[in-house]
């Protein structure tokens, strides 16, 4: 079996790439949950809650914020994940180490793909932040970045001769 190590350097290049991005999502995520969390509902003792209580309210963007901002954060955990794996991938760079970092990197992007769709209700619904908006581009960059590496790793796959 010959393996394709010509794709090697772009694998390597993907995979830091969006380890950084999803490092940056999960800080800018993890600020608007510290902010939704301190800033939200506040509920005394022996007060009902809001006629339109969200355990997701977010005070800054839109209806569509509470659920990007949690798809985001946890698209960018897996993917964080599947990049370590990928790194062993590269590391080694052969078929016994593809199938983990192609399935753990697979299923960060479909992760991914579903807070894209949340970013683009978002982006529909306007009235957000300039640190959801950075999110947003991150994410949208991260489908196609994740989706490329993906494309690398299986294309350098060893083949039969």
Known sequence: MATNTQLKPVATLLLGLNF?????????????????????FIIGPG???????????????????GFFVTFAMIAAVVGAASSISGLNHIRSWTAHSLPAAASAASIAWTLTLLAFGF??????LHNRNVRLRT????IIILS????????????????RT
Not at 20 to 40: D, E, K, T
Not at 47 to 65: E, K, R, V
Not at 119 to 124: M, R
């Open 119 to 124: 970013a683009c209700k978002e982006i529909d």
């Open 144 to 159: 196609a970045t994740q989706l490329l590496y993906i494309a690398a790793i299986h294309a350098a796959a060893p083949t």
């Open 47 to 65: 007060l009902d809650l809001p006629a339109h209580f969200s355990p997701i309210y977010f005070p800054m963007g839109n209806a569509a914020t």
């Open 135 to 138: 999110m947003e581009a991150f």
């Open 20 to 40: 950084c991005m999803y490092a940056i999502v999960l800080g800018i995520g993890g600020w608007a949950m510290n902010r939704a969390i301190g800033h939200g």
